[in-house]
Structures are given as structure tokens and as C-alpha cells.
């Protein structure tokens, strides 16, 4: 398996435009989970999903972010309209999902995200 | 927020056993230890965990106090390429209640 796939790897974008960020988990797991990492806050958990349904969305800063997983295979996080508060590196992880014994969670290599 | 509390940074000499503490006093008896670690630009990379008994693989050993509310992430031989930063996670780890909450971590250096 290829691992989690993230695209794009980098993007850049000028304030107010649609950002979508895409994710592809690793077949056969069960949630997935969807991370923004900056200097000053660390690692958030923005938002995680159990079997396609979105189960806690507590850490999404606002409206204007949305996120979807329409089937088991792939997983969109939109940010509509972007701000320059919203550079980050956003990371999605995946994980089986099937007991304790078998949770590790596998992270995808980032999209690093520069609204100017 | 974050049930765990870790040094901010520690240094180790390359080839000593790198020995990083974690304080997790409102453990609850259903949660499990997790470290990830995350190395420079790249995403987090899963170590190893347990519940209550010490563990090991091919990377780390874990060592969890009886009363589970501390353990030590023990790198025997630490190299160069173990500088990263370390995160201690507690983790229910099953279904609806699964999250990964990621406290500031240990950065660790190693020292040629």
C-alpha cells in the first residue's frame, strides 16, 4: 500500500479563493482524521470520521471550513474563503480502526497551505 | 486539550539510550499510551503503545508506572535520525471515541 495519500503537497492561493485539500486513507481503514500544524498552535485535530461519518468537528475554526468523505476511499477538506490566518500544513491521517490493538494511525506527508 | 505533559526539549548523545518522560495522572482505565514521533517537514510517525504492561518493537521500548499515570519512551541506541519532536498520547482508541489529541511534545537532540 502507498500509505495515505495527500494532494496537493504544496498550494498556494490568493486570499478569498476555494482551497480544497485531498486525501486518499489507506484501504480498509475505518476513521480518518484531519490535522493543521502551525508554529504557534501545534498539531489540531480539525475533524475525524468512523466509517464515512463525521463523529466530532469540534476543532474546525469556523464556517468557512467544511469537510467531507463521500465513500471509504476519499476524504476533502474545502476551505471556502481562505485567509491568510490560514497558511498552515494540513495533515490527513487514517487508521484501522478495529481495536486497540490495531489503531495506529497512519499520516499522509502534509499539504502545506500559503494563502497570500 | 491535550491529557499529557512532557519536557519541552532533551538532548542525548548519538549511541546512548534516549530516555523521554511522559505524565499522564488522569489516565482513565479504558485509555491507552500512544507515542508518535515527527521528524523534521514530514507527518507524524506512530512508535508504539500499551495500556498497562512495558512493551517493546523494533524501535522503542515503553515503560508505563503501575499506577499508569507516567511512562518512559526508552530509544536504545539513539542515532542522528532520531531528532524529532516526541508526542505522548493517551487514547481511547476504540469506534466513536477514538481521537488523536496531540499535546506540545519533547524535542529531542541528539548530540553527535
Known amino acids: 500500500d502507498a500509505g495515505v495519500i495527500q494532494s496537493p503537497r504544496h498550494e498556494v492561493t490568493e486570499m478569498g479563493q476555494e482551497v480544497t485539500l485531498r486525501c486518499k486513507p489507506i484501504?480498509?481503514?475505518?476513521?480518518l482524521f484531519w490535522y493543521r500544524q502551525t508554529m504557534m498552535r501545534g498539531l489540531e485535530l480539525l475533524i475525524y470520521?468512523?466509517?464515512?461519518?463525521?463523529?466530532?468537528d469540534s476543532g474546525m475554526p469556523e464556517d468557512r471550513f467544511s469537510a467531507k468523505m463521500p465513500n471509504a476511499s476519499f476524504s476533502t477538506l474545502k476551505i471556502q474563503p481562505s485567509e491568510p490566518r490560514d497558511s498552515a500544513v494540513y495533515f490527513c491521517?487514517?487508521?484501522?480502526?478495529?481495536?486497540?490493538?490495531?489503531?495506529?494511525?497512519?499520516f499522509g506527508q502534509g499539504t502545506r497551505l500559503t494563502v497570500v | 486539550d491535550a491529557k499529557t505533559t512532557q519536557p519541552t526539549s532533551m538532548d542525548c548523545a548519538e549511541g546512548r539510550a534516549a530516555n523521554l518522560p511522559c505524565n499522564h495522572s488522569?489516565?482513565?482505565?479504558?485509555?491507552?499510551v500512544y507515542w508518535y514521533r515527527q521528524i523534521h517537514s514530514q507527518g507524524p510517525q506512530y512508535i508504539i503503545h500499551?495500556?498497562?504492561n512495558n512493551e517493546t518493537n523494533e524501535m522503542a521500548s515503553l515503560i508505563i508506572t503501575e499506577d499508569r499515570k507516567s511512562s518512559t519512551l526508552i530509544l536504545p541506541h539513539a542515532t542522528l535520525r532520531d531528532t524529532a519532536v516526541y508526542y505522548c498520547?493517551?487514547?481511547?482508541?476504540?469506534?466513536?471515541?477514538?481521537?488523536?489529541?496531540f499535546g506540545k511534545g519533547t524535542r529531542l537532540h541528539i548530540l553527535p
Open positions: 491521517a487514517s487508521s484501522p480502526g478495529t481495536g486497540p490493538m490495531n489503531t495506529e494511525a497512519f
Open positions: 484501504s480498509g481503514h475505518n476513521s
Open positions: 470520521f468512523n466509517n464515512n461519518v463525521p463523529i466530532d
Open positions: 488522569t489516565i482513565s482505565g479504558n485509555e491507552y
Open positions: 500499551g495500556l498497562k
Open positions: 498520547i493517551v487514547r481511547v482508541a476504540l469506534g466513536r471515541d477514538d481521537k488523536i489529541i
